[in-house]
C-alpha cells in the first residue's frame, strides 16, 4: 500500500471515425478506414482528490481480428462489445492501487468478461488486448497527472509497491520496474516509413493521384521527411514479388538518397503472417543478397514471418533465419509465456506496439531486457493521443532504435488537430521524430 495510489472513480469511453487518404493492406485486406477508441477514466486518491485520464487507440480489427467468417462490420461490432465489458470491468475496480496492478488485475479480468459477454464467438486474445489497451492507458495518464509527473516517473518502488518478481516471476524478484524504463525520453528517434504493398513507388506507379499535396511517391516521401528508415509490407505467399518489391524500393532509395547525399539507410521486413515456413523467408533472404547485397545489408529486422498462433506451429521454428537477421515476435506476443514460447522457436527479437497496453508492454519490457532480445516498437497506424502514447513507449525503452508513425501516410486528417500542439511529433525533419517534448504529465498527451 502507498499514500500515491489510487482508485478508478469513472469511466466513459466514444469513438470517432476517419477515412484513410490512401488503402493500406493488411494480410491481403485493403483497407480505407479506421475507428478509433476513446476512453476517459476518472481516479480518485486516499486524500479523495479526483484526477481524469484519457486514452486512445485504433480498434484495428482487421489485423487483431482476422476472420474468414466474419465481415470487417462484424468484427468492429466485436470490438466494441469488448469495449463495453472493459468500461464495465473498469468502473467495477475500485480497489485502491498503482496502475500496473490495476492493469494486470483488469486484463485478466476483462477476459474472462469478455468470455460471458459472447459466448457464442471465439474472440481472440489479441482484439482484447487492443481494445483494453485504451482503458489501461487512461489510467496510467490519470495517475500520473495525479502526481503531477509524466508516467514514466512512476515507476520507481516509491509508487510501485510489488517488485517485478510478484509479475514476471522468480527471476525478476528484487527487480523494480523502473530499472527497465528510461525516466527521460530519448531527444530524437529515427522515423520507420511504411512501404505498403499497394504504395507507388515511382511516378509510373501512380495510376491516380491523390491530389491533397502530400507525397504520390517513395522518392517524394524520402525527400519531404528526410528518411533514412523503410519498412517494407511484402505479401508472403509470392516469392518473386516479394524479392522484386525490395529489389525496386532499394533502386528507388540508392537513387533518391545519392541526390541527397545521405550514405546509410536501413529497411525492416513485414510479411504479416503471410510466409508458409521458415523456409520461405530463408529463401527470399538468400535471393535478396544475390541481388541486392548492398540491400540485404540494409536489413535491420524481420518482422513475425508466419502464422500467429505458435501452439498450432511449434515445429516452425525461426533459428535458421534469426542467423541471417533479428526475427521479431509480433501477433503471437499476448503475454510472458508466449515470449518464452517464441525464444524457444527461435525468435531473437521482440516488436512492442501500445495497442497491447501500457502495463503489459512495460513488464514485457523489462523480460526482454533481461533476455538480450532485439528490441523495436510499432504503431497500428496510430493517429492523435495514440501516437504519442505509442512514441512515449519507443522513447522510454532502452535499445529501442526507432519509431512507427504510418497515420501521417494514411490519415492526416486524424492528425490535424494535434500537429500544433505537438509539432515535432507529428511533423518529421531529417527523418526524425522529436520525442525529447513527451515528457507531460501522465502520457503526456492531453
Known amino acids: 500500500m502507498k499514500p500515491t495510489d489510487v482508485r478508478i472513480a469513472d469511466v466513459s469511453f466514444a469513438y470517432e471515425d476517419h477515412r484513410y487518404r490512401t488503402p493500406i493492406k ?14 476517459r477514466v476518472a481516479v480518485e486518491s486516499r486524500g479523495g482528490t479526483v484526477t481524469h485520464g484519457f486514452g486512445s487507440m485504433p480498434l484495428g480489427n482487421v489485423w487483431a481480428w482476422p476472420s474468414k467468417d466474419l465481415g470487417y462490420d462484424q468484427t468492429l461490432a466485436g470490438m466494441k462489445v469488448i469495449a463495453t465489458a472493459c468500461g464495465t470491468v473498469y468502473a467495477a475496480d475500485n480497489t485502491y492501487g498503482h496502475p500496473v496492478e490495476i492493469g494486470v488485475r483488469c486484463e485478466h479480468a476483462v477476459a474472462s ?12 486474445p489479441l482484439a482484447v488486448l487492443v481494445v483494453n489497451s485504451a482503458f489501461d492507458a487512461a489510467v496510467h495518464d490519470a495517475f500520473g497527472k495525479s502526481l503531477g509527473l509524466n508516467c514514466y516517473r512512476t515507476y520507481g518502488p516509491e509508487f510501485l509497491g510489488p517488485d517485478l518478481g510478484a509479475f514476471l516471476g522468480r527471476p525478476f524478484a528484487g527487480e ?17 516509413h511504411l512501404v505498403g504493398a499497394l504504395d507507388p513507388l515511382t511516378p509510373a506507379d ?17 525527400v519531404r521527411d528526410g528518411l533514412t528508415h523503410l519498412k517494407i509490407k511484402l505479401n508472403g505467399d509470392d516469392l518473386a514479388w516479394d524479392v522484386a518489391r525490395v529489389v525496386g524500393v532499394d ?74 537477421r533479428p526475427v521479431v515476435i509480433d501477433e503471437s506476443l499476448l503475454d ?30 523489462a523480460a526482454a531486457q533481461k533476455m538480450g532480445l532485439f528490441r523495436c516498437v510499432q504503431d497500428l497506424t496510430c493517429p492523435g493521443a495514440s501516437l504519442i502514447h ?57
Request: aromatic share 8%; charged share 20%; glycine share 10%.
Open 176 to 192: 523494480t520496474l523502473d530499472q527497465y524504463v528510461l525516466t527521460e525520453p530519448k531527444p530524437r528517434m529515427p522515423l520507420y
Open 251 to 324: 533502386a528507388v532509395a540508392e537513387d533518391t538518397q545519392r541526390q541527397r547525399g545521405v550514405a546509410a539507410w536501413f529497411y525492416s521486413l513485414d510479411f504479416n503472417e503471410k510466409c508458409a515456413n521458415v523456409g520461405y523467408l530463408v529463401e527470399f533472404l538468400t535471393r535478396v543478397r544475390e541481388q541486392i547485397p548492398a540491400g540485404y545489408d540494409r536489413i535491420q529486422y524481420i518482422e513475425q514471418p508466419t502464422k500467429r498462433d505458435l501452439t498450432a506451429d511449434r515445429a516452425n521454428v525461426m533459428h535458421a533465419a534469426a542467423k541471417l
Open 26 to 39: 493488411f494480410g491481403g485486406v485493403a483497407l480505407d478506414k479506421v475507428t478509433v477508441l476513446n476512453v
Open 206 to 222: 501512380v495510376a491516380k493521384p491523390v491530389g491533397d499535396g502530400l507525397p504520390e511517391t517513395l522518392g517524394e516521401w524520402i
Open 113 to 124: 468478461a469478455v468470455t460471458l459477454a459472447v459466448p457464442h464467438l471465439k474472440v481472440p
Open 336 to 365: 510472458l509465456d508466449s515470449l518464452h514460447a517464441a525464444v524457444e522457436m527461435g525468435y531473437t527479437g521482440v516488436a512492442f506496439k501500445a495497442c497491447k497496453g501500457q502495463t503489459q508492454t512495460l513488464l514485457l519490457a
Open 390 to 446: 505509442s512514441a512515449g513507449i519507443a522513447a522510454h525503452i532502452p535499445g529501442v532504435a526507432a519509431i512507427e508513425s504510418n497515420a501521417r501516410q494514411y490519415c492526416p486528417a486524424a492528425n490535424a488537430a494535434w500537429a500544433e500542439k505537438f509539432p515535432g511529433v507529428f511533423g518529421i525533419r531529417d527523418g526524425t521524430m522529436n520525442t525529447g517534448i513527451l515528457c507531460g504529465p501522465g502520457l503526456g498527451a492531453v
